[in-house]
């Protein structure tokens, strides 16, 4: 194994960056923990393109602002989307490259990838970022097919940790025994439906909103690690949960073919089959309240190039804090964006 440049277990006092809004990046200069995240994101990057060029997944760039976005104010939503005036037009930072990835299917149909940063405007906390690094793919498939290629990427991704800074991360965390259990393991992460997981639960942590669509809390995320194992997929949430984008189940249009994958704090990835032609994409609009025109684009697409696809969403922030066995998402952003000045400055004393 290859070691990262640390010095001793004193690299992994955390220095908590986020929180010196004045003068954190001035500390990261010299911070060795923002030199162990710095060598951890290189890694993850590089497994995530390698990972797709070996299931022919393309790498494709797509503009960061959007006119549609994949959070509306609409059923299932659990984010705020984030409004620019760029070049003199409104429109939105992507919190999402998944509608671009879909339109991407149909211009390099063996799927398509991307890892940018991503805009919300949820408010920081341990387990969440309003900007972070989403590594997204839309690949050919239905959500048995998603499934596959995440369990590879994800233990690639732990490969290639391991293989580069090892030794480094076994001196500072006592060993890395969670990376080694992913990196080479060969069999799929435990699964289980959605209300297998409610009924594991005894309801603890299930939460119903107010149209009756239950979802689960951190802490039932969490539990249920604890019950069926580090790593588990749950599946077919009610699909009034979810967004208007995630198909309907074939056995019941009350439930959605998605995913989550839990590990780390919870959810690190997102994922789902997506509606394949326009009509299912208007049902699901109608379902959840969303304006049919303001997704005119979207269902048109699917009108003209109707294709069965599947794609997922990984915070690769949470990756890495999993990587870290660390427990607070905001101390691995290399620039926090926490606590910045509402307007300009007299004088800008942060990048």
């Known amino acids: ?145 998603l499934v596959d290629y995440v369990n590879g990427y994800v233990r690639a991704m732990a490969s290639q940790v391991l293989d580069d800074h090892g030794e480094t991360l076994g001196r500072l965390l006592g060993d890395v025994a969670h990376l080694e259990k992913v990196a080479t393991g060969d069999q799929p992460f435990e699964r289980l439906r959605f209300e297998e997981a409610v009924s594991l639960l005894k309801g603890e942590g299930v939460v119903v909103s107010p149209d009756g669509a239950r979802s689960l809390n951190r802490a039932a995320e969490r539990r249920l690690m604890d019950i069926v194992g580090e790593f588990v997929w749950v599946t077919h949430f009610d699909h009034l949960s979810v967004p208007f984008y995630q198909a309907f189940s074939a056995e019941d249009e009350r439930v959605a073919e998605n995913a989550d994958l839990y590990f780390g704090i919870g959810e690190v990835v997102g994922s789902g089959h997506r509606h394949t032609t326009g009509d299912q994409v208007r049902a699901g609009l109608a379902l959840h309240k969303v304006p049919e025109h303001e997704y005119a684009w979207y269902a048109q697409m699917k009108d003209e190039a109707p294709m069965t696809t599947s794609g997922f969403g990984l915070g690769l922030e949470r990756f890495l804090l999993w990587a870290l066995r660390h427990d607070d998402i905001r101390d691995i952003p290399l620039v926090s964006r926490i606590g910045e000045e509402a307007d300009w400055p007299a004088s800008v004393g942060r990048p």
Request: charge should be negative; glycine fraction near 6%.
């Open 1 to 145: 194994m290859k070691t990262a440049a640390m010095a001793s277990p004193r690299s992994l006092d955390v220095p908590r960056l986020w929180a010196d809004a004045d003068g954190g990046f001035q500390r990261s200069l010299t911070s060795p923990w923002a030199r162990l995240v710095a060598d951890l994101q290189d890694s993850a990057v590089r497994a995530t393109y390698n990972y797709a060029h070996t299931r022919s997944v393309r790498a494709l760039h797509f503009p960061i602002t959007t006119r549609t976005v994949t959070c509306p104010t609409g059923l299932g939503s659990d984010s705020v989307p984030v409004p620019v005036k760029v070049n003199g037009v409104h429109t939105y930072l992507a919190d999402s490259m998944q509608f671009m990835l879909e339109y991407g299917c149909r211009i390099s149909p063996q799927g398509c990838h991307n890892i940018l940063p991503c805009f919300r405007g949820d408010e920081p906390d341990k387990t969440h970022l309003g900007q972070f690094v989403h590594s997204e793919a839309e690949i050919p498939g239905d959500l048995d097919d």
